[in-house]
């Protein structure tokens, strides 16, 4: 069961693997695209091409909005007689009869070291608080949220240039071996109850994060950049003209003390511009801004970006 790119690449290493893998469970093809045509998820697209069973229902509740699906999907789990079933960014709430269905359970693929960052963004909120490492953990699901007892887990440190992108592409690596490395282990787990210590909740991004408080700190702020890198970016507002900032870094103490005596400066006031970068004050510390992108544009080196920036020294981003 699963639906994002991530879902795709432990399918093919379970397939790769020779695991007879009985159904395939992704979400329904969504419009997407320029055109917003409907589009098969990467897992979809596996499936099909190596002649595996897909199953695509807009819920599994039986007394939901689709209950003519629900059971359909019921009857096919009920066929398929499943050793075990495999979870990895699903998207749809699984009922406990889908977790009591499979001989052995239904195993998760949790791209962070539980129980810190349960929920739905567990890589974007790891990069945004600073963490220095995260790691994946194979769960035995439970009704709860990503509260199920751990079976395997493995760490991975979080480097300094990383963004969710390339994070989410090692973790998904990672998570692609663990759970081969995991169904070698069927009928002999040792689970592991989570502590109850330590617990955070990684909350679904919403756009609306997407603007740049600049009363925040530089250092913040330079790790919600990469946390929000590819999606939804941050967005800083100047003159009226919108712009997404998907690189930065925090200005060294040193050259931020130059820099216009940069700790009494307005949070927001564009201190310095050159092709090394938009150097902008903040809560505390200076930002320096490395790769734009203006509306309609593609992302951009700061020295391409400047040749057509309005902005002055002294100008103020808007919060």
């Known amino acids: 069961m699963g639906s994002a790119e991530s879902s795709a690449i432990a399918l093919a290493a379970l397939h790769a693997a020779g695991h007879e893998i009985v159904g395939v469970f992704t979400q329904p093809d969504r419009p997407a695209g320029r ?21 695509q229902p807009h819920s599994l ?15 096919f789990i009920a066929q398929a007689q499943a050793d ?5 960014a699903y998207g749809l709430i699984l009922p406990q009869w889908v977790l009591d269905a499979p001989k052995h359970g239904c195993l998760n693929i949790h791209a962070s070291l539980l129980p810190r960052w349960r929920g739905a963004a567990p890589i974007h909120r790891a990069i945004e608080a600073g963490d220095a490492q995260t790691g994946v953990t194979i769960m035995q699901m439970d009704a709860g949220l990503d509260t199920g007892d751990m079976l395997l887990e493995e760490t991975l440190p979080i480097l300094m240039q990383d963004t969710t992108a390339s994070l989410h592409d090692k973790l998904a690596t ?35 994060e997407a603007a740049i408080d600049w009363t925040l700190s530089a250092q913040q702020l330079s790790q919600r950049i990469r946390a929000f890198d590819p999606f939804p ?38 201190l310095a511009i050159d ?15 490395t790769q734009l992108q203006k509306p309609g544009g593609k992302r951009q080196a700061v020295a391409d970006f400047v040749r057509h920036f309005k902005g002055t020294v002294g100008d103020v981003f808007q919060s």
């Open 35 to 55: 055109g917003m045509k409907l589009q098969a998820s990467a897992v979809k697209q596996f499936a099909l091409a190596h002649n595996l069973p897909v199953v």
């Open 61 to 75: 509740k039986l007394d939901g909005k689709y209950p003519e699906e629900a059971a359909a999907a019921q009857a």
């Open 84 to 88: 075990v079933m495999v979870v990895a």
């Open 174 to 208: 990672l998570g692609a071996a663990l759970i081969v490395k995991a169904l070698t282990q069927v009928g002999h787990f040792k689970p592991v109850a989570q502590p109850t210590e330590g617990v955070t909740y990684a909350h679904k991004i919403e756009k609306a």
């Open 233 to 270: 970016g941050m967005t800083a507002q100047m003159a009226g003209e919108m712009v997404k900032v998907w690189q930065a870094h925090v200005l060294a103490d040193a050259l931020a003390d130059e820099t216009a005596h940069a700790s009494d400066a307005k949070p927001g006031t564009l």
């Open 275 to 289: 092709e090394s970068g938009l150097q902008v004050a903040c809560g505390a510390g200076v930002l320096c801004l």
